[in-house]
């Protein structure tokens, strides 16, 4: 299995937990890129920025509206 499989499968998988495992989950993944210098992770992020941005100008996914994501997360944590 590719690593690319492997992390979409993690990924599906950790979609399926409850909030707060997920809040964990992310905790511990952040945490483990303490260990990369400053240069690195901005790289990290620079490539993450770059391929999100390749999928919205190919159209493989589409972006959600800023006044609806802020909505969304209004009436989900707003009850």
Do not use: C
Not at 14 to 28: C, F, G, I, T, Y
Not at 44 to 64: C, N, P, V, Y
């Amino acid at each position: 299995m590719s690593n690319v499989q492997t992390a979409e499968t993690i990924e599906r998988a950790a979609l399926q937990l409850q909030p707060e495992e997920r809040a964990k989950l992310v905790h511990s993944l952040l945490e483990s890129l303490g260990e990369l210098s400053r240069e690195q992770l901005q790289a990290l992020w620079l490539d993450e920025a770059e391929r999100r941005d390749q999928e919205m100008e190919s159209g493989k996914i589409k972006g959600i509206p800023g006044e609806e994501v802020f909505s969304r997360i209004e009436s989900k944590y707003n009850k």
